[in-house]
């Protein structure tokens, strides 16, 4: 599974108004994905019981690759 390499916050005063998440490149994905997170974004989630308790956590999913970028 992979992990967003860098989360940047855009800020406008205080209040943070996105998020900044870049994807790296994976063998399965050749591009890295830029995804814009802001207060009404729709973002794919997998849901999966913790193996240390019952809470039900979420994991974010890499978005398609609408937005790529090299490396």
Known sequence: MPF?????RRMEGKKV???????LP???KPFGVLQVVEIFS???????R???S??????LLRPPSS???LT
């Open 4 to 8: 967003p390499n860098r989360v940047t």
């Open 50 to 52: 913790s193996p240390a």
């Open 17 to 23: 108004i996105a998020q900044e998440i870049e994807w």
């Open 42 to 48: 729709i973002v794919t989630v997998e849901l999966f």
């Open 67 to 69: 937005v790529v970028f």
């Open 26 to 28: 994976t063998d399965e």
């Open 54 to 59: 019952l809470k039900v956590e979420t994991r």
